[in-house]
């Protein structure tokens, strides 16, 4: 075995040890890295046209962005507070809603026994510890999620505003013989990534303008919390607009099932438009990732590290398919790509 197998075959057994016993931080480390190529995407043409060093143009536009979204939740903090407020009392209503339509009917029973929990929680002392435990697990999670978010915020303005040293600390861990594999690895990486989160910004903006719109013409509640709740799951393709579309479903049937159906035909109708046409025609050849294994994907990264391997399966797989062509198929196999 050559040294320069031997040196990818090390890492890759770092990495694998990293995600075996330490999920987070590998994880945490890719989602700042995506974060970092946004921050420097939106940069290089501002530093280009300012005549500013790279450093500068990566902290002004973090604080334009930072200054964008204070303005935008000072703005919306209001109805959407009272829509949020709204959407909580109309649900657990939606959800009895349901409960009473399927009732009574042979399938009807049999899903509402499957979705019963297995065990009640314990009244008296035994009940207010479990609720106690919940909450404080419930605060410890927000907490952890807070610090995670300011973590890869960190993270990723370091990245941005100097990427070159870990560049080249990163090509420095592979053997010198793989210097211009590395190298053209990386700069295709970096364009499949750009071209994945332009593709996704511009869908998210697209679905949930259309869905919003949508659910007001339809006179659905709630029209603008719904749009933007499915806009913002948008980001994890398939499955993030599939578990949006929920809440208006069951908000729809309190208004009747007919509402229903045509709230569940127009999130699959904008889905089917933005999916199969606007986010392959915005990332173009970049980062056109298969269907069906980016589902794959989205289900093995859930099942094996939850939440945020889920919302970041679809990244994932676009630099997994860079990887996999420039490192297995070109590398080891010399087919051409």
């Known amino acids: ?37 946004a921050l420097r995407a939106a940069a290089t043409p501002l530093a280009r046209r300012l005549r500013l060093s790279g450093p500068i143009a990566v902290l002004l536009v973090a604080a334009l962005l930072l200054v964008a979204l204070g303005l935008a939740a000072w703005a919306a903090a209001a109805p959407l507070t009272a829509q949020v407020q709204e959407l909580a009392q109309r649900l657990p209503q939606s959800l009895e809603a349901l409960r009473s339509r399927l009732s009574g009917t042979g399938w009807g029973d049999w899903l509402l026994r499957q979705a019963e929990p297995g065990h009640l929680m314990p009244s008296g002392g035994e009940g207010a510890a479990g609720a106690a435990a919940a909450a404080a697990q419930a605060a410890s999670s927000t907490l952890g999620g807070l610090g995670n978010i300011v973590l890869v915020g960190l993270l990723a ?6 990427p070159r040293p870990y560049l080249q600390g990163l090509r420095a861990l592979f053997h010198p013989s793989l210097d211009p594999q590395v190298t ?28 919003w719109l949508g659910f007001w013409a339809l006179g659905l509640p709630l029209a603008g919390l719904l749009g933007a709740i499915i806009g913002l799951l948008n980001f994890i393709p398939v499955l993030g607009p599939l578990i949006g ?12 099932p007919s509402l229903a159906l045509w709230t569940a035909g127009l999130v699959f109708a904008v889905q089917t438009v933005e999916g199969n046409f606007l986010t392959p025609m915005v990332q173009s050849q970049t980062a056109d990732i298969p269907p069906a294994l980016l589902l794959l994907v989205q289900v093995l990264a859930g099942a094996l590290f939850g939440l945020l391997g889920l919302a970041l399966a679809a990244p994932l797989t676009a630099l997994g398919l860079v990887l996999v062509r420039r490192g297995y198929v070109a590398g080891w196999l010399g087919r051409e790509v």
């Open 245 to 256: 579309a929920v809440p208006a479903v069951l908000l729809a049937l309190t208004e009747g």
């Open 184 to 211: 053209e690895t990386l700069a295709e990486a970096g364009e499949s990534l750009r071209g994945w989160l332009l593709g996704q910004g511009v869908g998210m903006l697209v679905a949930g303008t259309l869905t």
């Open 157 to 162: 303005l370091y990245l941005a505003a100097q």
């Open 1 to 37: 075995m050559t040294r320069s197998i031997l040196s990818v075959l090390i890492l890759l057994v770092i990495l694998l040890l990293l995600l075996w016993l330490a999920p987070e931080v590998p994880l945490l480390g890719f989602a700042a890295a995506l974060l970092a190529v």
